[in-house]
């Protein structure tokens, strides 16, 4: 699968920017904080990828999933969460998730994994290459996008972390 736009789907503006800043530079990236916004943007622009994590404020991001799926049915919607349980892996796949991953996971992991750039990881172990990726993503969002506190935190330089970004944005 070529993933060319992608729709991002959560309450967390940091999360939406950290994301929606990673996959940018080789995609059309979407953002939505809410079902309704989601929907309308599907509608519109029908993304060949959308990203819908599973508390959206209130709501729940199975609401969003199904009000894609019935906009949109050719995109590919991944539910991403950090509170996965069997049962709701089951009910996300019922309501039209045609993935369930667990957080932490970055942009590019999802996009790796569906466009099958990496081999598969078949014991669910992450590699060091994409464990750094979430550490760095997850710094960035507690930074909010500041690259040079980032780089304090991580203890490398700001050229370094910039480096990096890219190397893990695919450019």
């Known amino acids: 699968m070529q993933v060319r736009t992608v729709l991002l789907v959560d309450d967390d503006e940091r999360l939406l920017a950290a994301m929606s800043r ?12 809410d079902t309704p916004t989601a929907a309308s943007v ?7 990828l959308a990203v819908v994590d599973l508390r959206l404020g209130s709501a729940s991001g199975l609401d969003a999933v199904r009000a894609l799926k019935a ?14 349980t069997t049962d709701l892996t089951v009910e996300a796949v019922k309501a039209g998730a045609d993935v369930v991953m667990a957080k932490p996971v970055t942009g590019i992991d999802i996009v790796r994994r569906l466009e099958q750039a990496e081999p598969a990881n078949d ?13 760095i993503a997850r710094v960035m969002t507690d930074c909010n996008g500041n690259i040079s506190e980032a780089a304090r935190r991580l203890g490398i330089s700001r050229s370094t972390l910039q480096r990096k970004l890219r190397k893990n944005s695919g450019s």
Do not use: K, M
Not at 42 to 48: G, L, S
Not at 123 to 134: I, M, Q, R
């Open 123 to 135: 014991d669910g172990t992450p590699t060091l290459a994409s464990a750094e990726a979430a550490h």
């Open 42 to 48: 599907c509608r519109r622009e029908h993304p060949d």
């Open 71 to 84: 906009e949109s049915p050719q995109t590919v919607i991944v539910l991403i969460s950090g509170y996965l």
């Open 22 to 33: 990673t996959l940018s530079p080789l995609r059309s990236v979407f953002t939505a904080s």
